[in-house]
């Protein structure tokens, strides 16, 4: 529907960012969710839902890009030239272009994420940081500490050689829980995910998921859906605790 409307209505901004935040949030709570529950199981059927995340957060990425070109003619040109170009074109945003900054680097954050072996994902990776960067720049507390959750996963997912960081990543993940009051629950999960796990932190892990677990339903009451999301995944990262650290 809200495609259909863009159509009529092609450069506006409130559809396009309620466009970028619902495939993006789609492929996140659903799709992405699928493809790691399935990661073990069945790899081909989680391939299938990673092929389809992948699509859905590229698509999400595109409609804030569509957004924030039509704010910065200098970021448009700067989409098909050099890395330092691109970086440069980002001061042409204030804090106004902070929700469609964001949401254009998470969309495209969370497919490299997916994608880490992929040469396209990681020719692109200093351009999504770099628009993190900025978004940090501006408003690092903007979504409940989004930034600061950007870069723990992304620096606490990936080795050293592709730009991990764990100390960093740690940073990053403890600002998120101040900002959020440790009331935006999936923090707490992504925390243990991509750090915990990948520094074999077995006493960090349990700490994190059962606060989660144990938290109220309505701890933050506009994100239900995620709270409802971080719980479930919490429940699903405990039950697997053999097998990851």
Known sequence: VIEAMLKSS???????????KGYGGY????LEDRYLEWKQKNPAVAARYKERAGNFYLRGKEFAFRHLSGESEA??????????????ALDDFDSEDVDAL??????????????LQSPAAIAVAPRVEAMMKRVLALDRTFYY???HLFYGVYLGGRPPMLG???????????????VSQRQFLIAQVLYAQYYAVQTQDDTLFRKLLKEVIHAKDNILPEQNLITQLAKKKA?????????LL
Request: avoid cysteine; charge should be negative.
């Open 10 to 20: 092609p450069d506006n901004k409130t559809l396009l960012m309620l466009l970028s």
């Open 75 to 88: 970021f448009q040109a700067a989409l098909t030239q050099d890395y330092e170009t691109f970086e440069s």
């Open 102 to 115: 964001f949401w254009a680097a998470y969309n495209w954050g969370n497919w490299l994420n997916m994608n």
């Open 145 to 147: 500490g989004g930034p």
């Open 235 to 243: 429940a699903r990262l405990l039950a697997q605790q053999g097998e």
């Open 164 to 178: 991990g960081d764990k100390k960093k990543a740690k940073h990053h993940f403890e600002e998120v829980l101040k």
């Open 27 to 30: 492929a996140f709570a659903f």
